[in-house]
């Protein structure tokens, strides 16, 4: 919508390739090849500009619906880091690029990238969880890093599980005592690869246990998984992932727009924790800079 718009966008992204948390990986243990989503599970599609955008990303095989998780929702296929990389279509994206600080100057912004890359803005917008923009919000505009800083994002454990065989199970997605989803991954659709699943821990567990050593989550959050479905794990790969920043809280604000000097933020800690809500957010932002009204 900004580059439409006539404006020269530049995204700068500490990731190494898209996904911030609809992250996909794949692994080959003994053989085996895996494909785990270790971060957001599915996406759901309800709003009507939303829609139009999945249905054409839909068109191109990079996302698909997953009835499993409920009537709405969909998957990246076949991972769900190929949703990021159909919206990312396109727009200038500089990957392992970390913003470091953002001041004022007399141009307008300056963006730190790294150690010492400083690049020079007329406006910047902050598409990051709360507590990150906080951080860096602070010296531009104290009002934006006032209210990030109040907006509290939920930590999430995260255990990828690779079997030899499928587990004997029927479920696609189960729920129990300190696991939010564990979630058959290779049940989603286009997947390829061996059995493989993705439990993530729910909040208050997560938090219990943040600072533990990774494989002592593996085996922790593997023996609740197993005794959740009552089955003897033997996985051939296991791997632990903690998401610090996971679960944001909600607002009703949508997005933040500083008009007056030139500083934004979206992100689903504006609006709701789901990928849906962080585009509507992005989406606002980007009709409040380029002045075409409110009308989602
Ligand atoms: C474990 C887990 C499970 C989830 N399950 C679901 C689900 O099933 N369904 C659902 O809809 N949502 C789910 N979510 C939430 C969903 O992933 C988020 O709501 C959504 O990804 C938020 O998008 P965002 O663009 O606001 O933030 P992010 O996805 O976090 O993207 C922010 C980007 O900013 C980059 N970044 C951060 N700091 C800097 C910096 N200083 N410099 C440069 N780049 C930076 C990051 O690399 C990242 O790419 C889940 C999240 C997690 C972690």
Redesign the pocket.
Known sequence: MLSEAGLSVHV????RR?????SSRTVEKDAHDFSFD???????VRHPLFRSVTAKLADKGMVSRWPV?GEDAWVGTPRMAKL?EGLADGIDIAWG????ALSSSKSGWSVR?GDSDVRNFDQVV????AE?TA??AGAGDPEMARRAAGSRTEP?W?VMLGFAEPLPIHEGIVKGPGI??ATRNSGKPKRQGGEAWVV?ADPDWSRQYLEHEPADIEQRLSERFASLIGVTLQPIFTRA?R?R????SSRSEGCYWNEEIGLGA????LL????????I??HTLGKRIVGAGLDL
């Not at 920043?245 to 944001?248: C, E, F, I, K, P």
């Open positions: 700068f992204d500490k990731g898209p996904g911030g948390r609809v270790y971060g957001a599970q599915y996406f759901t998780a990021i690029a970390e913003v470091t990238i902050l598409a990051m969880p990150q951080l860096l999430c995260t939010s989803s993530h992932h998401w920043y996971a679960l944001s979206c992100g689903d800690w709701a924790p789901r990928i849906e809500s962080a585009w957010s992005g």
